[in-house]
């Protein structure tokens, strides 16, 4: 297993536009995140599974946001009408549930919204 | 508010010096783990420390974990330029789900 992957790896799109991400976590891993991180800052969390259920969602998740993962697998998260507020760098974790709960993290996808 | 403190923000040192990062919170923590980012990367995890009191070296760095469990410290002994990056703490607070994590230090260590 090479780890989590993360598609696209860099976005560039027009303000209004929808955009949308794909992680494929560590194969084993029930649990996974969905982080926005902008310069100079530790990341945000967003959203979390597990499994196929999607256990918590932050503020910050607003209603163009939206997060799935269908079958418990890969996950996508989609923009809806971006605004240049959105341009960031989004990661994406995940991790085995359990007494460890050390989460791995993907490559992200650097987003700019212009 | 930040539910996890980290100092400095920013620390720039010549190789061959000591520094120390701090992780703070008025939280318990089941666990903390340590990350380094590189620009334009994800977050590495260097270590994770589970007990009150824990400490754990990982060659020049050495991680220890609050007594009870609301801090933690990273040190690092001799820098060398390829420690140069972003520390991050983060961790689970108790009754919580997410991974938290702190606003990091940007660590520059100049040859």
């Known amino acids: 297993d090479t780890g989590v992957s993360q598609d696209p790896r860099h976005k560039i799109t027009k303000r209004g536009q929808n955009v949308t991400f794909r992680c494929d976590p560590i194969?084993?891993?029930?649990?996974l995140y969905w982080y926005r991180q902008t310069l100079g800052q530790g990341p945000e969390f967003l959203t979390y599974?597990?499994?196929?259920?999607?256990?918590?969602k932050s503020r910050l998740l607003s209603d163009r946001f939206s997060a799935e993962r269908p079958k418990g697998s890969f996950s996508t998260l989609e923009i809806q009408r971006t605004e240049q507020g959105d341009s960031a760098m989004y990661l994406c974790?995940?991790?085995?549930?359990?007494?460890?709960?050390?989460?791995?993290f993907g490559q992200g996808t650097r987003l700019t919204v212009v | 508010t930040q539910l996890l403190e980290q100092s400095p923000q920013f620390l720039s040192i010549q190789e061959g010096e000591n520094l120390t990062v701090y992780c703070n919170s008025s939280?318990?923590?089941?666990?903390l783990q340590w990350y380094r980012q590189e620009p334009g990367e994800g977050p590495v995890l260097l270590v994770t420390?589970?007990?009150?009191?824990e400490v754990k070296k990982l060659k020049r760095l050495t991680f220890q974990f609050g007594d009870a469990r609301k801090d933690s410290s990273l040190h690092i002994t001799a820098a060398q330029p390829g420690d140069t990056g972003l520390y991050l703490c983060?961790?689970?607070?108790?009754?919580?789900?997410?991974?938290?994590f702190g606003s990091g230090t940007r660590l520059q260590v100049q040859p």
């Open positions: 974790a995940s991790s085995l549930e359990g007494l460890r709960p050390e989460a791995f």
């Open positions: 194969s084993e891993h029930n649990r």
């Open positions: 599974f597990q499994n196929e259920a999607q256990l918590e």
């Open positions: 939280s318990v923590f089941s666990s």
């Open positions: 420390v589970v007990t009150g009191g």
């Open positions: 983060a961790g689970v607070a108790t009754g919580r789900r997410a991974l938290t």
